[in-house]
């Protein structure tokens, strides 16, 4: 499997990870990158991540046989308007959003009867750091990439999709788009929801500095996430806010029990409570182990 192009739009971390790990496994004669900011286009080129700087995503995905869209998914629609009169069913183009449901519709949406050149795509992977400085090659290897086709997408380019995440050393997922859009909402987006209130409601007392100073590692592992980029989860939880809203109602459900077991001072309660969290949290962490 090799592609003469890979048009990247959205050269950041994702995207730009996303083409030095294609570039190292041999996979692509041809890199060519856009960023709404000139600068971090040229910036990529620079670095090497790159070996064309486009001037516009039509640019970067002119002639590409391959195309990964890494912007915000609320760019997502507009982005594949402008491509869509170059679409062909020999193009694949995958994006890398961590919701799907939205995206999906958008793909319907702008690429109308070239839905079918869209395999949707989110890797399970990342940081808290963006721009394409922090671009890495092994970002996505032994991490998961969820795909989540529908019923008009043209199976060689799920094929290809499949073939290529799993050169990179990704296992790769097939779930329906509710499915992942549900299952994210629950492990990741009201994770990261609750991490940003954390720090809100110390940092946000009279004292919130000072007790800030004095925190140690379980603090530090508990708010790593809250230092991520605002924009794109803004873009994420309003996406996906069905989904976000429901799995909220449920944590709301869980630490009023808490609660509750504080204040009337069961012990042997909360105790219970406590263990079954501590056990489930460790046979996740075997299961993990075993991947």
């Not at 073939?163 to 296992?171: H, M, N, Q, Y």
């Not at 809100?200 to 809250?226: C, E, K, M, W």
């Not at 996406?239 to 204040?263: G, K, P």
Request: glycine fraction near 8%; include cysteine; proline fraction near 4%.
């Amino acid at each position: 499997m090799m592609f003469e192009q890979l048009g990247i739009i959205g050269c950041g971390l994702m995207g730009g990870s996303f083409a030095l790990a294609l570039k190292r496994a041999g996979l692509v004669k041809r890199i060519v990158g856009y960023s709404k900011s000139p600068g971090s286009t040229e910036h990529a080129r620079q670095l090497g991540v790159i070996d064309e700087a486009a001037p516009s995503a039509e640019h970067a995905a002119s002639g590409a046989d391959l195309v990964l869209i890494a912007v915000p998914v609320a760019a997502t629609e507009a982005t594949l308007k402008t491509i869509q009169h170059l679409v062909t069913p020999n193009m694949l183009i995958m994006d890398v959003g961590s919701t799907k449901r939205d995206v999906i519709d958008a793909g319907r949406r702008a690429l109308r009867e070239h839905i079918g050149s869209f395999v949707p795509a989110h890797p399970v992977a990342g940081r808290e750091v963006s721009g394409v400085e922090h671009a890495d090659a092994d970002l996505y290897r032994g991490k998961q990439v969820i795909l989540t086709p529908i019923e008009r997408t043209l199976p060689q380019q799920l094929q290809k999709a499949v073939e290529v995440w799993s050169a990179l050393g990704c296992r790769v997922v097939r779930m329906s788009p509710e499915s992942h859009d549900t299952a994210f909402a629950a492990i990741s987006h009201l994770p990261h929801l609750l991490s940003f209130a954390l720090m809100n409601t110390v940092s946000g007392q009279p004292h919130g500095q000072q007790y800030l100073s004095l925190a140690g590692p379980g603090f530090r592992d508990f708010s790593r996430i809250a230092a991520s980029d605002a924009r794109m989860w803004r873009d994420i939880m309003l996406s996906n806010r069905e989904e976000l809203l429901s799995q909220l109602v449920l944590f709301r459900h869980h630490l009023q029990a808490l609660e509750l077991m504080i204040s009337s001072g069961n012990g042997e309660a909360l105790e219970g409570l406590i263990d079954q969290a501590s056990l489930t949290r460790a046979k996740w962490r075997m299961a993990q182990s075993h991947k």
